[in-house]
């Protein structure tokens, strides 16, 4: 569906109101995608005080701008030539928000709603609109990436040990006990062999350390 352009329904509407200041919001078109036979609304809000609002519609086929109605704060709802009354309903919702609900959503109300706010100073504020596809299933949006946390470093001893007492301190000890084991043997073996020696080798030996 092509809309009607904004500047456009501007012009058209505009020779309603000649002399008005006008204000053209910079907002997102929303586009609700509503089931057949179910209820829509429409909601246009007001920043400021707001008077009344002014509702329209564009249909693509045929291309026609249609006046919906005009709602104030007291609710008093004046429709637009040939519109079903029964299924648009025109509100006020709290002190900042209307409504514009239609009943029995169809394949019909395909179009574009806009609405118009009008502040107690004259000054007309302009919707960028909202965009009807009745029965339209909504496009999907592509899956989110969820990143993983870093996976922290981690000791290769047990993780139930407690490290500081029987954790990884045994990859350092059992190599020192390994070297004094094998200095003690070594220790043991050479005086276990003097003392098998026979003493006038002994003697012998301690003369050749004694001379020069």
């Known amino acids: ?17 000649a002399g008005v ?11 609700l995608y509503p089931k057949i036979s179910t209820p829509e609304n429409i909601d246009c809000n007001c920043n ?3 008077d009344s609002v002014y509702w329209f519609r564009n249909t ?17 709802v004046n429709y637009g030539p040939g519109v079903e009354k029964a299924r648009f309903k025109l509100s006020k919702r709290g002190n900042t928000a209307f409504v514009l609900r239609i009943e029995n959503v169809t394949e019909e109300d395909t ?26 299933t909504p496009p999907t949006s592509p899956p989110k990436m969820t990143l993983k946390p870093p996976v922290k470093p981690v000791c290769a001893c047990h993780p139930k040990k407690n490290f500081a007492q029987d954790g990884c301190d045994y990859m350092v000890l059992w190599p020192l006990v390994g070297v004094t ?17 026979p003493k006038k080798c002994r003697h012998h030996f301690q003369k050749m350390r004694q001379m020069p």
């Open 60 to 76: 693509p086929n045929p291309n026609i701008l249609q006046f919906l109605g005009k709602c104030n704060n007291a609710e008093r």
């Open 111 to 136: 179009g574009t709603y806009s609405c118009v706010l009008k502040a107690k100073s004259g000054t007309e504020v302009w919707k960028p609109g909202t965009v009807l596809w009745p029965g339209v």
């Open 1 to 17: 569906m092509n809309p009607l352009p904004l500047a456009w329904t501007l012009l058209t509407v505009s020779l309603w109101t």
């Open 21 to 31: 200041s006008q204000i053209l919001l910079q907002e997102p078109i929303k586009v």
């Open 48 to 50: 400021n005080s707001c």
């Open 181 to 197: 084991a094998g200095l003690a043997l070594a220790l043991i073996y050479t005086l276990h062999y003097f003392s098998r020696l």
